[in-house]
């Protein structure tokens, strides 16, 4: 059975940190790249980071470059966003996306609050 599990989200006051994780199983995780998402309510999904299959090359959002980091671990079938600095404005569920060619996966998302 095919498996994303987000997890890592929570309640954090601005300037905090936060580290989500995806982890995957029931496919060859190792062949797939990985998106992260995300969704405030009310606005439409934006793509945070992405990170290729062997995680050699990754890109982040101008909204977020310098504070995220998008990582993976394909011995743990696992995806990280490590989440610093943060903003209020990142409040949103986030969602791992694992893609190719030919399946697109996704998870059920975590949720992400930063508040004071």
């Known amino acids: 059975q095919v498996q994303l599990v987000e997890s890592g989200g929570g309640l954090v006051q601005p300037g905090g940190s936060l580290r989500l994780s995806c982890a995957a199983s029931?496919?060859?995780?190792?062949?797939?790249?990985v998106k992260w998402y995300r969704q405030a309510p009310g606005k439409n999904r934006e793509l945070v980071a992405s990170?290729?299959?062997?995680?050699?090359?990754?890109t982040h959002a101008d909204s977020v470059k310098g504070r995220f980091t998008c990582s993976r671990n394909n011995a743990r079938d696992t995806v990280y966003l490590q989440m610093n600095s943060l903003k209020i404005e990142d409040t949103a569920v986030y969602y791992c996306?694992?893609?190719?060619?030919?399946?697109?996966?996704w998870g059920q998302g975590t949720q992400v609050t930063v508040s004071s």
């Open positions: 996306n694992a893609w190719n060619f030919r399946d697109d996966y």
């Open positions: 029931g496919f060859t995780f190792s062949s797939y790249a």
């Open positions: 990170i290729d299959s062997v995680g050699s090359s990754t």
